[in-house]
């Protein structure tokens, strides 16, 4: 290829070492992002690392070095208007200082240094991508406090914020806590949100209150394009794009929030739950934020019959709920995704209900139980899964329902496998006169005995559409197959299958009714 005058010749790819390396240096993949050679001389080697299958340790005295990775490349950035390019080097590791408990941990530390030939070139600078920090009190008989940390530094020249965050447990007082946070010193601005758990419950009758939570931002204010998405997404989304609910990585700084004046946001909530049981049976987590001026939003957890969560849980509740009010509209939904026990193979339970109405623009707003392509699921051990949906909007109603049998058993040389489904569902349409409504039904059934194998498939359709187009639609189908497996091969005996298929329409075109069949799609 050509950049601006040079030629250059170029590749990427994964550099596998086999031998000693591998076995004596422990040297896994070097992974290549962009090799380049160019007709003036100069190499361009971009996102090199090198990954230790086991990481290097280095004793010194009471210090222990670990490296796990080994980073090289080359890298181009904007100085004072001028495009520069710099090498790197770096690593990722740690130090772990046994005495003390203490060890800390760096991805991505690198040192960059220029080399091109401009005049005044850039001092090197170093670069910490993210830096960890583990401390426990005291090290050696049994720990009295456990601090864990982490913390990411700006690339000089591309980005101004800093981000990290930090737990703390203290096991003898039952004190646990933690906090993320963002900060901008330049502006200055500042997002901290924090959690905390008390050593003793406080009663509330039958309940508890076993932790709370608070939320302060300066210049930081919740808005969608934090997660890239647009205005015309939903809070909706917002809420539901990971991580669920509230937290700082969906909040903008006062680099990308040019648009408001006062950017000040909070938030407080609490952890409940029954109290005889340590919150077994349920508990909830609430908590109300206020981002001045785009969004008020209520964000609630629930959970049943199982553990409550503390801090270092990474699993989301199984229920949820929220309202939303910003960007002159109202959102409030709720939903499941209970698992009965854990993995579901008793009862597995997804349901997912929305409503959003907009002051500006009536229009838009709708009520969704389910969708028809995410609808409410209920699914009974294997046997039985059951969808419906219903959707309200100013653009019309649409409903449907599905119920699908599953049965699948061996009975030592006999295997049966059977399916059946029944599938109803309707729209009608407010922005011009149209209705319509279908049926679906079916029924397959397999049975192997041996080396011989008896198959039957039966079902029917029937819908209705008016009044334009006027549409009578109706289908039976049926298929009987005898088959016989020798040697190997399957041999079909006997084969029987036929349909009957009614239309009356005064329009010719089908499409419109087909699209009354979303959950069969």
């Keep these: 290829g050509k950049e601006d005058d040079d030629f250059y010749i170029g590749t990427s790819g994964t550099l596998q070492f086999e031998g000693f390396l591998k076995e004596t240096l422990k040297l896994g993949p070097i992974e290549i992002e962009r090799l380049r050679i160019y007709s003036d001389g100069s190499i361009e080697f971009k996102g090199g690392s090198i990954q230790l299958i086991e990481p290097m340790v280095l004793p010194l005295g009471p210090v222990n070095i670990t490296v796990s990775a080994i980073h090289y490349g080359s890298h181009q950035k904007e100085v004072n208007g001028v495009m520069r390019k710099f090498n790197y080097f770096g690593f990722d590791g740690g130090v772990s200082i046994d005495p003390l408990g203490i060890e800390v941990r760096g991805d991505g530390v690198k040192y960059y240094y220029c080399v091109d030939n401009l005049e005044d070139k850039p001092k090197p600078y170093l670069q910490i991508k993210t830096l960890y920090l583990d401390l426990t009190l005291p090290a050696n008989s049994g720990s009295l406090a456990q601090i864990n940390g982490w913390v990411t530094i700006p690339e000089p020249g591309v980005s101004k914020e800093y981000a990290g965050g930090i737990t703390l447990q203290i096991p003898s007082v039952k004190l646990a806590g933690k906090a993320d946070i963002k900060l901008m010193p330049k502006y200055p601005a500042f997002i901290i949100d924090c959690e905390l758990e008390p050593p003793i419950p406080i009663p509330l009758g039958s309940f508890a209150i076993y932790g709370f939570r608070g939320l302060l931002g300066y210049r930081y204010v919740a808005e969608k394009q934090a997660i890239n998405l647009t205005s015309e997404n939903t809070w909706y989304e917002y809420y539901k794009a990971p991580k669920l609910g509230i937290n700082v990585n969906k909040f903008s700084g006062p680099d990308r929030s040019v648009n408001y004046d006062t950017l000040v946001s909070l938030g407080a909530g609490a952890t409940l739950g029954t109290s005889a049981d340590d919150g077994y049976t349920f508990s909830i987590k609430a908590m109300a934020l206020f981002s001045i001026p785009s969004l008020f939003m209520i964000d609630g957890r629930a959970n049943i019959l199982s553990a409550r969560l503390g801090l270092d849980d990474t699993k989301d509740p199984p229920f949820f709920a929220f309202v939303a009010v910003g960007d002159d509209s109202l959102e409030f939904g709720f939903g499941a995704d209970y698992k009965l026990p854990g993995n579901g193979k008793i009862l597995t339970i997804y349901a997912d209900i929305q409503a959003g109405f907009f002051f500006k623009n009536q229009r838009p707003w709708y009520v969704n139980i389910g969708t028809n392509t995410n609808p409410v699921t209920a699914r009974i051990i294997t046997l039985l899964t059951?969808?419906?949906?219903?959707?309200?909007?100013?653009?019309?109603?649409?409903?449907?329902?599905?119920?699908?049998?599953?049965?699948?058993?061996?009975?030592g040389v006999i295997k049966v496998k059977a399916h059946a489904f029944v599938e109803i569902g309707g729209k009608i349409s407010f922005e011009r006169p149209?209705?319509?409504?279908?049926?679906?039904?079916?029924?397959?059934?397999t049975v192997k005995v041996l080396f011989v194998t008896l198959s039957l498939d039966v079902g029917i359709l029937f819908g209705v559409e008016a009044p334009k187009p006027f549409l009578i639609y109706g289908k039976f189908y049926f298929k009987v197959k005898v088959g016989i497996k020798i040697f190997g091969k399957r041999i079909t005996l006997f084969k029987f299958s036929g349909n009957l298929e009614v239309v009356w329409n005064f329009n010719k075109n089908?499409?419109?009714?087909?699209?009354?069949?979303?959950?069969?799609k």
């Design 386 to 411: 059951i969808k419906s949906y219903v959707m309200l909007s100013a653009k019309g109603i649409e409903a449907g329902a599905r119920g699908d049998f599953n049965f699948d058993r061996n009975y």
């Design 434 to 445: 149209q209705m319509g409504s279908y049926l679906m039904a079916g029924v397959s059934a």
């Design 510 to 520: 089908m499409e419109n009714f087909y699209n009354f069949l979303p959950l069969q």
